[in-house]
C-alpha cells in the first residue's frame, strides 16, 4: 500500500529533539545490557565503553549507525509480483504474531494447532489488504517445540506467495529460517533479504541472550530486524508518555548500532509495541489514548532519523469481536495508519491482549484494512475529480444517480464492505438479525473452502521437506 | 474540551484553494435556490443575481459575508461553568440528534417517548465528555407534533445545565425555543447566543422553505447557527469525494453568507455531513473512508475561512452496539477529532443510521470520548515528562511500578475505561462471559439510578410551564 496522504505531525522539531537528546542521555550515561560476550566484545571494540554487559554508546556511535542503516529497503516475496518496499511512503499490512489460542464463535476458545496456523496461512493470503504472511501466526502447540519453526516457515512457503518472517527462538532456528528461505530464493536473497524478524527488547533496556543470538544471525545473513521493545507504561517505562518514548527511542537506537556494528547496512526497521498497564490490574491496555500518543510520537522519531518505522496493529484485550474489540482495534489502527507506519505487524486477527488468533476478528480486521486502504488513496483533485460539470447537470433538488459521471464512477467510486451492514433493519431481521461476528464467520467458512494455493515448485518442496526430516532426526544444523 | 494536538492536514494550501475556487464556480455560475421570497429579495438588494428562487452569488458577497462571522463564540448554559468556547481550538461535543427510534438489549427497539428523552438529557448531563446537551436527542413520539419542541426545550432545561439547541421545525418553534430560552437566559443572550440550531441543506443546492423560516428567526435573534449540507455522495452529490466537498462548500458558504446578510456578527458554524451511499442497497454508508476525507478535507476547509467547524460523530449503520457499530463510530469519530472538529453532534448514542438512539451505545461512545479527550491534551514534554530521574533509578530488565516517579503519577497517569475488559479470560468468564453492549447496559441502569438534577430556580421553572401551557392551549407566539 502506498500513503498518497501525508502522515500526522503529533510533535514540531522542538518536540522531536528534546525526546532525542534524552535518548542519548540514557545511551550515554544510564547504558544498556546486551546479554552476549560476543556483543559487548564487539561494542567495546567500536569505543563504547563496557562492564561486564552494561554497554555506554557515544554519540558518534548513534550517528554512524543511523547513517548506515538504509531509509527503504525491499523485502523479497516467492511471488515476484509480491516483493514488498518497506519504508518511505509504503506500508506493509502483517497479520497477528504469537498468540498460543485459537478462537471462533462455533467452537470456542483453545489451543492452536497447526491447523490453525495453516488456516491463517490461507487467509492472509486471500486478503489484498494483507501484503504479508506474517511470522509466527499462532503458536501450533500441537507440534514438537524443537521443530515447530520448521512447520510454520514450510507452511508460509507451502499455502502462500507472500513475504513471511523467520523464527528468533534461538539462533540455531533462525539459521533454519535462513537455509529453509535459501532453497526458495537462492542468493539473491542476500542482496535483498527474503527473511524478516522480529527481535524485541526486554525493557528497560535489556536485549537478552535469546534475541541477540536470533539478531547476530539474522544481521549477518543480511536480513531484516525489526527491533521493537515491548513496553508498558508503568511497569516496563515510566509512567509517562515522554519517559516511555525517551527509552523505548534509546533500545531501538541501540539496537540498530548493534544491527549495523554485525553487518553495514543491513536493513532494519524502528520497531515499536508501546502501552500502559491498567494500574488496577496490571494487565496491558490496547487502544489506550497514551498508546495512540506513543505510535504517533514514534512514527516521527523514526521518520527524523530516516528509517522504516513498524509500530500499531488492531490490538484489543476484549475476548470476543464485539464492540470494545472493533473499538480499541481501530484506537489503535487508525493512528497507525496516520502516523505513516511502514510495517504494521498484528494487522487483523489478534484477540484477548495477543493470547488468541481469533477467525472471525480476522476477517473483520481485513473489512477495515480494505477501507483504510481506500482512506490512504487520499482525494483526486483532477477535473473529473472535482466533477463539476456533473454538479451542472443536475438541478438544484435533483438526483445525481442518473448523472452521466456518476454512470462513469459507478463501478469504482467508493469501498464496497462486504461485512457490514447497509440494510433496513426489516431485511436484517428477516435474515437472521446476525450481528458482525456472525457475518464474519459465514465469511471464514466461504474463504478457506475457496481457497487455492499458489503453485509451488515441486523441487523446491521436496528441498524444503528434506531439509526438515534431517532436522527433525536430529541432525545438525548444515551451517553449525 | 481543548486540542493540545495539531490538527491533520489532509490537503495542502494548493488543494484547498482549488476547491474554494470550484465552489466560487458554483455559486457564481451555477446558483442555489432558496424556497423563501424574503431572502431571496434580501439577496437580490445586496446584488446578487435572483431569477425565481434561484440565486446568483457574487464573489464580493462571498468574501463580505466571511468577514462578518465571528471565527468563534461563546454559547451560554444555564450553568455558567458550562459555558462554551465554539470555535479555535476547542471542541464541543453534544448527543445523537433526531431518532424516531430507541434500542436496549433488554427491551429491544421501539418508537422513542419522552421518557426515553428526559433519560437521555440525564445521560448526557452526566457524562463529563459531552458538554453539550444537544437538541432532538430523540423524536418524542408519545407527545403531539404541534408541542413537542416545547417539551424538549423544557426537558433540556429542566434535567440538565448544559447548553442545548433550539428546534428547527418550523419558524414558529424556533421563536418558542426563543422565548424559552429568554425565560432562562434574559436579554443577555442576545450579546452571547444560548441557543445553537442545526439547519439542514436539501443537497443538491436547495434551501427549503422551512429550514429558513427557523434560520431567518435564529439570526436575527442573534442565536448561533450550523450550516450543513446533508450531503450523500453518489445520490446527492458527485461520485467522487472533491466533487462532493465542491458542492458542499457551495452551499455552506451560501447559507453563511445569508445568515450575515440578515444580522452581520451572527454566530455560525461550518456544518458538514458528508458520506456516501451504498449503490447496492442505495443506503448511507457511515464510518467509511470516502467520509474520512470528507471530515479531514472539510474541517481544513472551515480552518481557511476562519469558521467553527461541525462535522463527524459516532455515526453507524448498524442495528445493534456490535463490532460493526464501533468500527463504523471510530472510522467517523476519530478522524473527527484529529482534524480538529469543534462541534461534534451525534457523539454519542446514534445507531442504525441515525433511526435509532442506543442506551448501551451511548455509554460506550461516551466511554470513548473520555479515551479521546485523554489523547487530545497531547504529550507532556516537560522534566517530569521525561522522567530521566526514573528511568535512572530502575535497573535494565527491572521494574517501575515501585519507582518514586510511578509512585506520583499512579492515580491520574493512564485513562482508565470502566466499560473495557482488562481482565483474564478466566477472570471474565467467571463474571458471566458479558461483551461491551452488557456491560453498557449495566452502566446505563447504574447512571439512571444516580441521577441527581442540578437545582433549577423554581421561579423559572413555573414560567416555563406558564408558557408552555398557554403555548398548548393554543394561544398564540407572544412575538408573532
Known amino acids: 500500500m502506498h500513503y498518497n496522504v501525508p502522515a500526522y505531525r503529533l510533535l514540531d522539531a522542538e518536540g522531536l529533539e528534546r525526546l532525542h537528546q534524552a535518548s542519548l542521555h540514557i545511551l550515554v550515561e544510564l547504558g544498556i545490557d546486551f546479554h552476549d560476550d560476543e556483543v559487548c566484545s564487539l561494542f567495546r571494540r567500536h569505543g563504547a565503553r563496557v562492564d561486564g554487559r552494561r554497554v555506554w554508546l557515544t554519540p558518534d556511535l548513534v550517528e554512524a549507525g543511523l547513517a548506515r542503516a538504509p531509509q527503504q529497503f525491499v523485502q523479497l516475496a516467492r511471488n515476484p509480483a509480491r516483493n514488498l518496499s518497506v519504508g518511505g511512503e509504503h506500508c506493509v499490512c502483517a497479520p497477528v504474531y504469537g498468540p498460543p489460542f485459537v478462537f471462533d464463535r462455533e467452537r470456542g476458545r483453545r489451543p ?6 495453516q488456516n491463517f496461512v490461507r487467509l492472509a493470503y486471500l486478503s489484498p489488504y494483507l501484503h504479508h504472511s506474517g511470522g509466527t501466526l499462532v503458536e501450533p502447540t500441537d507440534r514438537p517445540l524443537a521443530t515447530r519453526h520448521l512447520d510454520m516457515v514450510y507452511s ?7 513475504a513471511f518472517m523467520g523464527s528468533v527462538t534461538s539462533a540455531e532456528n533462525a539459521a533454519d529460517s535462513v537455509a529453509m528461505a535459501e532453497l526458495v530464493f537462492g542468493p539473491a536473497m542476500y542482496q535483498q533479504p527474503a527473511l524478516i524478524a522480529l527481535i524485541n527488547v526486554n525493557s528497560p533496556r535489556l536485549f537478552d541472550a535469546r534475541m541477540l543470538g536470533a539478531l547476530k544471525v539474522y544481521a549477518r545473513a543480511r536480513q531484516a530486524l525489526i527491533i521493537t521493545p515491548f513496553v508498558l507504561a508503568g511497569a516496563m517505562a515510566p509512567a509517562t508518555v515522554a519517559g516511555t518514548l525517551a527509552q523505548q527511542n ?9 544491527t549495523q556494528l554485525l553487518e553495514p547496512g543491513t536493513p532494519v526497521v524502528y520497531g515499536s509495541f508501546m502501552t500502559n498497564v491498567d494500574f488496577k490490574s496490571g494487565a496491558p491496555v490496547f487502544g489506550s489514548p497514551e498508546s495512540q500518543l506513543g505510535i504517533m510520537a514514534s512514527a516521527q522519531l523514526a521518520r527524523r532519523y530516516g528509517l522504516p518505522f513498524r509500530g500499531g496493529g488492531m490490538l484489543t484485550s476484549a475476548k470476543i469481536p464485539d464492540a470494545q474489540a472493533a473499538a480499541e482495534s481501530l484506537m489503535v489502527m487508525l493512528p497507525t495508519l496516520m502516523a505513516g507506519t511502514n510495517f504494521v505487524l498484528h494487522a487483523a486477527g489478534w484477540l484477548e491482549g495477543g493470547l488468541v488468533a481469533g477467525y472471525e476478528k480476522f476477517v473483520l480486521d481485513c473489512e477495515i484494512l480494505g477501507m483504510l486502504h481506500t482512506w490512504a488513496k487520499g482525494v483526486d483533485l483532477s477535473d473529473e475529480g472535482l466533477a463539476l460539470e456533473a454538479i451542472a447537470e443536475v438541478s438544484p433538488g435533483g438526483q445525481y444517480l442518473a448523472a452521466e459521471h456518476t454512470l462513469r464512477h459507478f463501478r469504482t467510486a467508493f469501498y464496497r464492505a462486504e461485512l457490514f451492514d447497509y440494510r433496513t433493519v426489516e431485511q436484517w431481521a428477516a435474515d437472521g438479525a446476525q450481528d458482525a461476528c456472525q457475518r464474519a464467520g459465514e465469511q471464514v467458512r466461504r474463504l478457506l473452502v475457496a481457497y487455492e494455493p499458489a503453485p509451488l ?3 523446491i518442496e521436496e528441498a524444503l521437506l528434506d531439509y526438515m526430516a534431517r532436522r527433525t532426526a536430529g541432525q545438525s544444523h548444515p551451517a553449525s
Chains 1, 2 share one sequence.
Open 112 to 117: 492452536a494447532t497447526l491447523a490453525d496456523f
Open 250 to 258: 534509546a533500545e531501538v537506537l541501540a539496537g540498530i548500532v548493534l
Open 457 to 459: 515448485d515441486p523441487a
Open 156 to 162: 508460509h512457503i507451502k499455502y502462500s506467495d507472500k
